[in-house]
């Protein structure tokens, strides 16, 4: 018999690239997906619309599929968007993981056995913390979307301590792709870059420059959700590099992965996507994952920017007419 996942938030980035990773493996992939974008999700992959505000479906799904696994990816996980959602961001991001939480804590297999249950958690619960941060470093966020987030955390805590369930954080550090959604300043960048190398448009809108943060591939961050649920005891696990850069070091590789030096004549800064309350700093020590779960990350931060600009050049080339 296969074994069976059941993934939220399986139409973006990392619900694209664990869905191929456990599809390889021969598991059967259930995604929760809302209704809308779809172009992410693997056609191998069984859909149930849903969505997390909605526990009712959240229960339903569960009793069709009776997953051994649960990854909760699903969230409002944009930082910036946040301020202007709170509440949606506190529902959907926060008390959604709660809501999956619960449906796994009501729901048993035909042997009396729940699911293990996969918690997306985020290096922007540290907020301002010091540094390398680790799973000993104490949360301070600093949006309603890392506050949504420590919400979720402590509920996964919870139900494991009070309920003995297996259910583990994953705190990830920022992962990229080609695939990540253009709205992030990575993929904002590096579409930019292929655009305006393409004679497509003539600069890029950006805000701070200055923040810092762990990059990784997303591709290398999925494997270490599969190991979490893995092993034999649940727990929680910091996923990072352990490397920092500034976001004005992205933008510099990225326009240089184009064959364009003078980046700074092609960026403009606007007030509009700064943030009113930053993360400054971001760089995590891996040290617990690469110990207990064999983990290590294999795609450097220089070849994530090239991969990314060589992916939007040929798809920016791809809708020309
Ligand atoms: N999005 C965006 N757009 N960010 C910008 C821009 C811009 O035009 N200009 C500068 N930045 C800066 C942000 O202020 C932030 O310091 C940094 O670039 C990264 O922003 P994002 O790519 O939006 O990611 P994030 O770090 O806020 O959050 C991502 O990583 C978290 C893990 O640490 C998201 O994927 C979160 O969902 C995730 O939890």
């Known amino acids: 018999m296969n074994r069976v996942a059941l993934v939220t938030g399986l139409s973006g980035q990392d619900g694209s690239y664990l869905a191929e990773f456990l599809l390889e493996r021969d598991y059967d992939v259930h995604g929760l997906v809302p209704y809308g974008r779809r172009e992410l999700c693997d056609p191998r992959c069984q859909l149930h619309y849903g969505d997390l505000p909605d ?23 944009h930082v910036r968007v946040s301020f202007d959602l709170p509440v949606h961001t506190a529902d959907v991001t926060g008390v959604g ?8 804590r009501q729901h048993r297999d035909a042997s009396g056995r729940s699911p293990r249950f996969y918690q997306a958690s985020s290096s922007e619960m540290f907020g301002n913390a010091v540094s390398p941060q680790d799973e000993s470093t104490p949360f301070h966020p600093l949006s309603p979307y890392a506050c949504a987030k420590v919400f979720a955390y ?10 003995e369930l297996f259910a583990s954080n994953g705190i990830l550090f920022n992962h990229e792709s080609p ?16 655009r305006i190398q393409l004679g497509l448009q003539d600069h890029v809108a950006l805000g701070n420059l200055e923040a810092k943060r762990d990059w990784g591939y997303a591709g290398d961050y999925v494997r270490a959700m599969y190991l979490m649920l893995q092993q034999d005891e649940p727990d929680d ?19 240089a ?11 403009r800064i606007d007030q509009r996507f700064f943030r009113p309350a930053e993360v400054d700093l971001l760089v995590g020590d891996a040290t617990k994952a690469k110990a207990k779960l064999g983990w290590e990350p294999k795609v450097s931060f220089s070849d994530i920017v ?3 600009v060589d992916y939007d050049i040929e798809f920016e080339k791809s809708k020309l007419p």
């Open 257 to 267: 992965a184009a064959g364009i030096d003078d980046w700074e004549s092609y960026v």
């Open 179 to 194: 695939r990540r959604g253009i709205e992030f300043v990575t993929r904002k960048v590096t579409n930019a870059v292929a």
């Open 97 to 104: 993981a709660l809501r999956v939480l619960e449906a796994m």
């Open 306 to 308: 090239t991969m990314m």
């Open 237 to 255: 696990y910091v996923v990072a590099t352990g490397e920092t850069h500034a976001v004005s070091e992205f933008v510099q590789l990225a326009f």
């Open 154 to 163: 402590w509920q996964t805590v919870n139900y494991r301590d009070a309920y």
């Open 55 to 77: 526990a009712s479906r959240i229960a339903a799904v569960f009793n069709d599929v009776s997953p051994d696994e649960v990854y909760n990816l699903g969230a409002q996980s």
